[in-house]
Nanobody, 129 residues
């Protein structure tokens, strides 16, 4: 069983930045595809971005492209979400998720949340105007 713990959320003014971290337990972190998702009040959880196991492939939803960056440090079992130029509509609970290795291509990334095997508890991000 893998445990994921997010941190780094908080209150920030529009235009500001935050960096979220997601620390994973276990030895297999370097084999997982990692994703970030968010859920705004009254809305369904949505995909934000993801990164392949080695960290050289990322993919983002259109609304965050150019503002958010996902990276990972496999030596630290941690994935990051750097959020710049934050907007009020970025306000949400942010979740990280991990998909186990299923033999995909090394460049594989996953956008479908139902395919992820493990989830963190979430961290709140609030952006004020």
């Amino acid at each position: 069983q893998v445990q994921l713990v997010e941190s780094g959320g908080g209150l920030v003014q529009a235009g500001g930045s935050l960096r979220l971290s997601c620390a994973a337990s276990g030895r297999a972190f370097s084999t997982y595809v990692m994703g970030w998702f968010r859920q705004a009040p009254g809305k369904e959880r949505e995909f934000v971005g993801c990164i392949n196991w080695s960290g050289d492939v990322t993919y983002y939803t259109d609304s965050v492209k150019g503002r958010f960056t996902i990276s990972r440090d496999n030596a630290k079992n941690t994935v990051y979400l750097q959020m710049n130029s934050l907007k009020r509509e970025d306000t949400a609970v942010y979740y990280c998720a991990a998909e186990k290795d299923r033999g995909w291509s090394p460049r594989f990334v996953q956008v479908y949340q139902h395919e992820y095997d493990y989830w963190g508890q979430g961290t709140q991000v609030a952006v004020s105007s």
